[in-house]
């Protein structure tokens, strides 16, 4: 959700939190520097470590997806883990913010970590699970690229908007724009209901429409519709917890 860069933020830039030098500053210096191959990873924040825990929480769960494609259909051990890891991704998210404000170290690095890792959680992850369960169909493919092109938008919307929403007397965001992208997690909460159930592959609720022809979809693909279009609404604002 790219909580830490407005954590101390006020009209879009980010408060000087030492008396002298700005942990922004430093770690420009160690990005832009020419300090050797590894100089990067001296360059990371205690918070962007554990934003990259969230990045690999979706990394797995897109393979777990594609294990159990591969696997048995029987077999539901990869289609849990790949729902299992989301809400791990989550944990992972709320702490890297967290840990940002304890250490009063944000950065831009951080927040743009912070939107890629939440693509991939709370994006891609979700999609590919729903593949795996049995959207398969090519408009069933359209709808799901759409929903992770809404939360692309989403999450780069916020990182050029954050600057501009009203903020309180901490300088914290007052509200999202949209729903926030790990919203998505209701819907694989719902997948993993339907798991448990049974309700996957050619069991689906709802079925299918137009089903053997080029435009057959399962019209329950239409909450990522729903969520992507509600990730994108400006209209919508999501009061910061």
Excluded at 24 to 31: A, G, N, R, T, V
Excluded at 54 to 59: D, W
Excluded at 75 to 97: K, R, T, V
Aim: charged letters at 15%; glycine letters at 8%.
């Amino acid at each position: 959700m790219s909580k830490r860069s407005n954590t101390n933020a006020i009209n879009g830039s980010p408060k000087d939190v030492t008396a002298t030098e700005p942990p922004q500053d430093k770690q420009k210096i160690l990005l832009s520097g020419d300090t050797g191959h590894f100089s990067m990873i001296k360059a990371l924040h205690l918070a962007d470590l554990i934003t990259e825990l969230n990045g690999f929480c979706g990394v797995m769960s897109v393979f777990s997806s594609m294990r159990y494609c591969l696997g048995d259909p029987a077999s539901h051990g990869n289609l849990w883990a790949a729902l299992a890891f989301m809400p791990f991704g989550l944990f992972f998210d709320f702490m890297d913010g967290k840990v940002a404000r304890w250490r009063k170290k944000s950065s831009l690095m951080g927040q743009e970590l912070d939107s890629l890792a939440d693509l991939i959680s709370f994006g891609v992850s979700p999609a590919a699970a729903a593949f795996a369960i049995g959207f398969r169909t090519p408009l069933d493919h359209l709808f799901l690229t759409f929903f992770v092109l809404c939360g692309l938008t989403r999450l780069a919307r916020f990182n050029v908007t954050v600057g501009n929403v009203p903020k309180d007397a901490t300088g914290k965001s007052k509200y999202f724009e949209g729903t926030p992208i790990p919203t998505s997690l209701s819907i694989a909460a719902l997948m993993a209901y339907w798991v448990s159930k049974g309700w996957i592959l050619e069991n689906i609720p709802f079925g299918s429409c137009f089903t053997g022809t080029a435009f057959e979809f399962h019209p329950v693909v239409g909450l990522f519709v729903l969520s992507g279009c509600m990730m994108t609404s400006k209209t919508i604002h999501i009061p910061k917890p």
